[in-house]
């Protein structure tokens, strides 16, 4: 009921192209759904969150697409650039009861030049 | 303070030792988190504090492991009779108030159990 599965575990991506990674989650008491952004040698860092009262939400390149019934979430960095390659997480709550953040295993994203 | 701070950046130290590891989360956030990554694996949960509440210890993976928060704000993680498996970087995270809100995560600390 805490898992959040994530794919893929790696991705390659032109510069300029689209990145899709994709998360599943079972604990429909989840209602924050984060995004981060790991550099090598950092902690992870906040890039985009969404509740499920909306679809989708965009900031800049970044865009989560969210399926409240099939209990799915993705995100989409659009016109890739060599500095987003990092590992990427997605993660979710809840924002009562068990409040920790769940992760997902992460996708290591690489942006060839 | 500026951000989450952990110390020590780096530890080496010898299987059977003990160790702790502190964290200093962000002033007036009420929730901690501690976390384990191993080398270029995800996020593994140990255990979250929220104000006053009982601590979730749900992820903890052994007695070996046990944590503490002090006057709800600086954290002491402590792992005892340290073993090789041990190895892998901890990351303390705050928030302020857990659940659907940001987490920041401190530079972690780097464990080498020889």
């Known amino acids: 009921q805490q898992q959040v599965k994530q794919s893929p575990q790696s991705l390659i991506v032109q510069k300029g192209g689209i990145s899709i990674i994709n998360c599943a989650y079972e604990?429909?008491?989840?209602?924050?759904f984060p995004w981060y952004q790991q550099f090598p040698g950092k902690g992870p860092a906040l890039l985009i969150a969404?509740?499920?009262?909306?679809s989708e939400k965009k900031e800049g390149r970044f865009t989560i697409s969210f399926n409240k019934s099939a209990k799915q979430f993705s995100l989409h960095i659009m016109d890739s650039q060599p500095g987003d390659s990092a590992t990427y997480f997605c993660?979710?709550?809840?924002?009562?009861?068990?409040?920790?953040?769940?992760f997902g295993s992460g996708t290591r994203l690489q942006v060839q030049p | 303070g500026a951000g989450v701070s952990q110390s020590p950046s780096n530890k080496v130290t010898e299987k059977g030792k003990d160790v702790e590891l502190r964290c200093d989360p962000i002033?007036?956030?009420?929730?901690l988190y501690w976390y384990r990554q191993s080398l270029g694996q995800g996020l593994e949960f140990l255990i979250y504090?929220?104000?006053?509440?009982?601590?979730?210890k749900s992820g903890l993976p052994s007695d070996r492991f046990s944590a503490e928060r002090t006057g709800g704000s600086v954290s002491t993680l402590t792992i005892q009779r340290t073993q090789q498996e041990d190895s892998a970087v901890y990351l303390c995270?705050?928030?302020?108030?857990?659940?659907?809100?940001?987490?920041?995560f401190g530079q972690g600390t780097r464990l080498t159990v020889v």
């Open positions: 995270a705050s928030s302020l108030q857990g659940g659907g809100t940001e987490a920041f």
């Open positions: 604990n429909t008491a989840f209602d924050y």
């Open positions: 969404i509740r499920p009262d909306v």
């Open positions: 993660a979710a709550s809840r924002d009562t009861g068990r409040r920790a953040l769940t």
């Open positions: 002033s007036g956030h009420t929730a």
């Open positions: 504090f929220q104000g006053n509440s009982a601590p979730d």
